[in-house]
């Protein structure tokens, strides 16, 4: 064998093993709290994603609990995941304003195939920083008012209908708390609301937590005062409710399917489990104030900015808010798809199953406004320091709320820098 033949024997053999690594996936990291629903859920995405785009594997990893502190300590050591999930809250915000997230406007430029206008706006505003997108939304929720169709019909009350108002809810309320055994403890309790609940009625009542540029706190305004004195008497004077930070959350949604509690302030999600229980129920718009508005929240994926493979990380992050991803989480019912086609059509609105007014949810959209504390990097902090022990001495303490919010007020405004 002379030395030319061995010579192109040997380079052949190189071409062929790089074209095998070449064959070789690409592998991405992406990660998600919640439990064995979620990995079902998303191992679907998932395999729909591989399908499209063999060369690509995601491999998911499930954080059942502790998910934020987890996240937090792999950002921090330089192992966090391609593909994350996030929340819109303080911690999206402290992420992108430090640099931790892929900016997706420029691979939005140059993508010919996705249109951003699909979407709605409102889910694409909770994700932008400086006029920049770092997420691409997977979930939105507005607030409503579930009700128990049997104990509205076994009290003989006429179901709640949108246009209604606080006094309209508060005499409903009423009507359906009963003690039948006269012990001081309610057998029927008329609501319960979403821990989130006040400041909906503080947007309902013309009001706001933090100033537009949130450099300045409001939360003793007599706007926030008269907002919270509504919950409050409901809470403490009238005993029309349960407080939320009494009961666990598999509770709240027990409680109600039993009939327990006649009507429940929450999101989407709780509807998918009602739909397992056999009862009767469907949904009707918060109640309003001096204006209409409900709160808006939702979820979505970020890409980490020192991702290895970032031009794969966003087909997968683009992938799961595109058709046939959405459509997964539609037809489950635990969220609002951001996808406006999928949105209204019957993968979401399906008429066969619960609630029959279903549209309500995508009604609610236009007078959706976030949760103030979620908006910026310091609301977290804020929220768990100063507002939850200050709400706690109102609804379990029997405290004054105007004192209560003027002495928060007080406090929160050390966070902000002096004018």
Not at 257 to 284: C, H, P, T
Request: charged share 25%; aromatic share 14%; with cysteine.
């Amino acid at each position: 064998m002379n030395r030319t033949r061995i010579f192109y024997m040997l380079l052949c053999m190189v071409f062929l093993f790089q074209c095998g690594k070449k064959q070789q996936p690409n592998e991405l990291r992406f990660s998600v709290w919640g439990g064995d629903v979620e990995r079902r859920i998303w191992m679907k995405t998932i395999e729909a994603f591989e399908k499209e785009y063999p060369r690509i594997k995601v491999n998911l990893d499930v954080i059942s609990s502790g998910y934020q502190d987890k996240l937090q300590s792999m950002l921090a050591s330089g192992t966090a995941p391609d593909v994350f999930y996030v929340d819109h809250s303080s911690l999206f915000y402290n992420l992108a304003a430090k640099d931790m997230l892929l900016n997706l406007d420029p691979y939005l430029e140059k993508d010919k195939e996705f249109n951003i206008n699909d979407y709605f706006p409102q889910a694409l505003a909770m994700f932008r920083l400086n006029g920049c997108l770092y997420a691409f939304p997977k979930d939105l929720h507005t607030f409503v008012v579930y009700y128990n169709k049997d104990v509205f019909d076994a009290s003989g009350i006429k179901y709640p209908e949108p246009g209604w108002n606080w006094d309209q809810f508060l005499e409903i309320s009423k009507k359906l708390t009963r003690d039948a055994d006269k012990d001081s403890i309610s057998d029927q309790t008329g609501f319960l609301w979403d821990p989130r609940y006040w400041v909906m009625l503080v947007h309902q009542n013309k009001g706001r937590i933090f100033d537009l540029p949130r450099k300045r706190s409001l939360l003793g305004d007599k706007k926030v005062i008269e907002a919270i004195s509504f919950l409050n008497d409901c809470l403490n004077k009238y005993k029309v409710c349960f407080n939320p930070n009494s009961v666990k959350y598999e509770e709240m949604n027990q409680m109600f399917a039993l009939g327990r509690i006649a009507m429940y302030i929450s999101g989407v999600w709780v509807g998918a489990e009602f739909r397992q229980q056999k009862f009767n129920w469907d949904i009707v718009p918060l109640p309003r104030g001096k204006v209409k508005a409900t709160g808006l929240v939702g979820s979505g994926c970020v890409i980490y900015s020192k991702s290895k493979h970032p031009e794969e990380a966003y087909l997968f992050a683009r992938f799961t808010v595109q058709e046939e991803a959405e459509k997964i989480y539609a037809q489950l019912g635990v969220s609002i798809p951001t996808l406006k086609s999928v949105a209204y059509s019957g993968s979401f609105l399906n008429p066969s199953l619960a609630p029959a007014h279903a549209n309500v949810f995508l009604d609610e959209i236009r007078y959706g406004k976030t949760i103030e504390y979620d908006d910026f990097i310091q609301g977290k902090e804020i929220h768990d320091n100063i507002i939850k022990p200050g709400l706690d001495r109102i609804w379990f303490d029997k405290h004054d709320p105007g004192t209560v919010c003027r002495e928060m007020d007080k406090a929160v405004q050390a966070f902000f820098p002096r004018p």
